[in-house]
């Protein structure tokens, strides 16, 4: 069966001479596990130390049984304690994977049953193990060019692998591709720029934006995009007429510049400008812009 799929899969991709528009999607994919099987490390290592301790226990009293067992356990029972040991030996096992495969992978929480599935947030907001399955797909002829499954919680970082995995299956870099707002990030809006010297347009909507349309208006008055940018003072203007300075660059990937304005904390809708509740500081990524420049 395995033998067809392929031989169909190549004679469709052999069929695409003209690579135009693919379509990059990802999905949530529950593992077959329970979200109560995971655990971190103070779980395991408490986990861990139960079960010897009743192994410990299991075996003591099967010493007693050995003795007594014409006596004691006339029926068989040191079979069932036989049989319980091994089950205990079975989970201690998975357990102490479940722990080289945290320490491992630096992990802060990992699932028993499946230690290689990752804790995700599907589209119902429902967090649970889970891998996230990727696929490219040709608009024209409707045909799957690319899959791959990762243990990445979000899309950022699938894009590119992605794309590298159509031009090694179909030869050729397409014309276009889109892609949703998951796959936002600063790294896929520089791997964007990349691809379209190459010949490959990529379509992707800006995850702020994507954002602010499902907000409420009151809150999107103070989006960061309605904050306008003045390039000759280097100084944002908010919504309410205040001037922010640029005061210190925070390094890391990408690096931000961080404005702070001098009357935000005494503002009357400090509350409602920020979840901090501070309003004191605003961010920009060195390059780029937000919202509207102030002439």
Same mark, same amino acid.
């Given at each position: 069966?395995?033998?067809?799929?392929?031989?169909?899969?190549?004679?469709?991709?052999?069929?695409?001479? *003209?690579?135009?528009?693919?379509?990059?999607?990802?999905?949530? +994919?529950?593992? /077959?596990?329970?979200?109560?099987?995971?655990r971190d490390r103070d779980g395991l290592?408490?986990?861990?130390?139960?079960?010897?301790? =009743?192994? @410990? =226990?299991?075996?003591?009293?099967?010493?007693?049984?050995?003795?007594?067992? $014409?006596?004691?356990?006339?029926?068989?029972?040191?079979?069932?304690?036989?049989?319980?040991?091994? @089950?205990?030996?079975?989970?201690?096992?998975? +357990? =102490?994977?479940?722990?080289?495969?945290?320490?491992?992978?630096?992990?802060?929480?990992?699932? %028993?049953?499946? #230690?290689?599935?990752?804790?995700?947030? $599907?589209?119902?907001?429902?967090?649970?193990?889970?891998? /996230?399955?990727?696929?490219?797909?040709?608009?024209?002829?409707? *045909?799957?060019?690319?899959?791959?499954?990762?243990?990445?919680?979000?899309?950022?970082?699938?894009?590119?692998?992605?794309?590298?995995? %159509?031009?090694?299956?179909?030869?050729?870099? #397409?014309?276009?591709?889109?892609?949703?707002?998951?796959?936002?990030?600063?790294?896929?809006?520089?791997?964007?720029?990349?691809? !379209?010297?190459?010949?490959?347009?990529?379509?992707?909507?800006? /995850?702020?934006?994507?954002?602010? $349309?499902?907000?409420?208006?009151?809150?999107?008055?103070?989006?960061?995009?309605?904050?306008?940018?003045? !390039? *000759?003072?280097?100084?944002?203007?908010?919504?309410?007429?205040?001037?922010?300075?640029?005061?210190?660059?925070?390094?890391?990937? #990408?690096? +931000?510049?961080?404005? @702070?304005?001098?009357?935000?904390?005494?503002?009357?809708?400090?509350?409602?400008?920020?979840?901090?509740?501070?309003?004191?500081?605003?961010?920009?990524? #060195?390059?780029?812009?937000?919202?509207?420049?102030?002439?």
């Open positions: 069966m395995t033998w067809w799929i392929l031989w169909i899969y190549r004679h469709c991709l052999s069929g695409i001479r *003209v690579v135009g528009h693919i379509a990059f999607d990802g999905t949530k +994919l529950k593992a /077959n596990a329970s979200v109560r099987q995971t290592e408490k986990e861990i130390e139960r079960i010897k301790e =009743q192994m @410990r =226990q299991m075996i003591q009293s099967s010493a007693k049984i050995d003795a007594l067992e $014409d006596q004691k356990y006339p029926d068989g029972n040191d079979l069932e304690v036989a049989e319980e040991l091994r @089950r205990k030996e079975y989970r201690l096992k998975k +357990l =102490q994977e479940a722990m080289e495969g945290l320490e491992r992978e630096k992990l802060e929480k990992v699932n %028993v049953t499946d #230690p290689e599935s990752r804790l995700m947030k $599907d589209s119902r907001k429902v967090i649970q193990p889970s891998y /996230n399955g990727q696929i490219a797909v040709d608009e024209k002829e409707q *045909v799957i060019v690319a899959a791959d499954i990762s243990q990445n919680a979000t899309d950022h970082a699938e894009l590119r692998p992605l794309v590298e995995q %159509v031009e090694r299956n179909l030869g050729a870099l #397409p014309k276009e591709g889109s892609a949703d707002a998951g796959y936002s990030s600063y790294d896929n809006l520089e791997y964007a720029e990349v691809a !379209e010297v190459k010949g490959l347009d990529i379509y992707m909507p800006d /995850n702020f934006l994507e954002s602010l $349309d499902k907000k409420e208006e009151n809150e999107k008055r103070y989006h960061k995009s309605n904050f306008l940018y003045g !390039e *000759v003072r280097d100084t944002y203007i908010c919504p309410e007429g205040k001037e922010r300075w640029a005061e210190q660059k925070r390094e890391g990937k #990408p690096s +931000l510049l961080l404005y @702070r304005g001098e009357s935000c904390r005494e503002c009357a809708v400090k509350e409602r400008c920020t979840t901090r509740g501070g309003a004191d500081s605003e961010s920009r990524w #060195p390059g780029a812009t937000f919202g509207g420049d102030e002439g």
